[in-house]
């Protein structure tokens, strides 16, 4: 593991020597030599699908899975997207002269290597690969055992665009010892990791969150609400409501919860039963939804549990106040949203929620890299400092002080 580590740190001093027009030039070759691929990282997806089955994975993980043409064409349209992105390091951030004379600058760096643990989806290898590439950060990566095979020729083919050009192949890797202990070790090499990130159960982010000394940014469970207030557009809280849980349930920015004010629930909790039921969800009601419709009923602990799946819990609550109370004591701290037409409910809505995204009449499922603009993401962060929310290209930079003197001492 030091060994390793080694070589990755001593590959993070000549990836920021690169400069931005070679990086995006690579990065370029990176999504033609994914595309040139695609035949061979959906042989190895076919094992991870093999597997998938035999092991009887729920079918949401099973679609967080799954590669096709389509889908590893959008891999490499994303890595091309990246490359597009202004460069995010060396930015001046901002700079004065103090009344000694001393000219400072606060210029944007790249944090060093950055070790990424994450679950079922191999679109994450390179999403995340290129995003530290671009950002000048070496990445040494951890996907889950069910995606091993779409891991390991994902990571090759780029690693393969850095041989090419000459360049040290240890600046994307994957972890060699992907077993717990090995995990155990990267979490705690802080003399070579300037930083770990960690998305997937909630198992995972506290046994990292507890056990690391590497520094931390948490990319935890996704207990995301929308609140349909009495001053909500029906129409809007009707489709709002269906694409935030079905579109894609098994994705952390799925609506889990549904929160309906208590005095539109009698007319609204019908249409959107009638609604759901056409998408084959599962419904959990409290005890004011089970006198309204038929639902099994909500216990605190489905409350507080993320489906990834096509499960959700419907409360009534008592106006926006009952909606923010709610939150306060259930959500993760991910994304929450609130459709009405009352500007006041909105705008208390959004400063009293505290999370990373707060939407005011739109679907949770935009808090998303590529969504926000930022071409793709590490994950999203829950975190309140260094980075929240979607963890893009600036959420890789660090800064540092330069300061140009002529002769001052003190």
């Known amino acids: 593991m030091d060994k390793f580590l080694e070589e990755a740190k001593s590959s993070s001093r000549v990836l920021a020597t690169l400069s931005g027009h070679d990086k995006n030039r690579i990065l370029r070759e990176m999504a033609a030599n994914l595309r040139r691929s695609t035949a061979e990282i959906m042989k190895e997806n076919a094992k991870d699908m093999k597997a998938a089955d035999e092991n009887d994975l729920a079918a949401s993980l099973k679609d967080r899975l799954f590669l096709d043409e389509k ?48 679950e079922s989806r191999p679109n994450v290898t390179s999403d995340t690969a290129a995003l530290c590439f671009k950002s000048a950060n070496v990445c040494v990566l ?110 952390c920015n799925a609506m889990e919860t549904l929160l309906v004010d208590s005095a539109i629930a009698k007319e609204m909790l019908p249409k959107l039963k009638m609604a759901f039921d056409e998408t084959m969800t599962k419904l959990k009601g409290c005890d004011i939804t089970q006198g309204i419709i038929e639902v099994e009923h909500a216990t605190d602990e489905d409350y507080d549990t993320e489906y990834l799946a096509n499960i959700l819990n419907i409360k009534v609550v008592d106006g926006v ?53 930022f071409g793709a993401e590490v994950g999203i962060s829950t975190n309140k400092l260094h980075a929240r929310g979607p963890m893009g290209i600036e959420g890789l930079t660090t800064y540092k002080f330069k300061i140009y003197g002529n002769g001052q001492i003190r």
């Not at 597009?84 to 930015?91: I, Q, S």
């Not at 006041?344 to 949770?364: C, G, H, M, Q, R």
Request: charged share 25%; glycine share 10%.
């Open 71 to 118: 889908r590893i064409d959008a891999m490499a349209v994303a890595i091309e997207e990246i490359a597009a992105l202004k460069e995010p390091v060396g930015r001046v951030l901002d700079g004065w002269v103090t009344e000694d004379g001393l000219k400072i600058e606060k210029v944007s760096i790249p944090i060093g290597v950055i070790g990424i643990i994450y």
């Open 142 to 251: 951890k996907g889950g055992k069910e995606a091993e095979h779409s891991n390991v020729v994902i990571a090759k083919t780029l690693r393969e665009t850095l041989h090419n050009n000459d360049l040290p192949e240890a600046m994307i890797s994957l972890l060699p010892d992907s077993s717990r202990e090995g995990v155990a070790k990267l979490i705690k090499m802080d003399k070579y990791v300037d930083l770990i990130v960690p998305r997937g159960g909630a198992g995972l982010i506290k046994y990292v969150s507890e056990n690391a000394t590497v520094p931390v940014v948490k990319h935890d469970k996704g207990q995301c609400h929308t609140y349909i207030d009495k001053d909500a557009d029906i129409g809007k809280a009707l489709s709002i409501a269906i694409n935030a849980k079905v579109d894609r349930p098994g994705v």
């Open 321 to 373: 106040d009952g909606a923010i109370e709610h939150i306060v004591r259930f959500g993760s701290g991910h994304s929450e949203a609130i459709v009405t037409e009352n500007y006041t409910n909105a705008e208390k809505f959004l400063n009293a929620i505290d999370a990373a995204a707060v939407y005011v009449n739109a679907s949770t499922r935009f808090t998303d890299g590529g969504a926000f603009g």
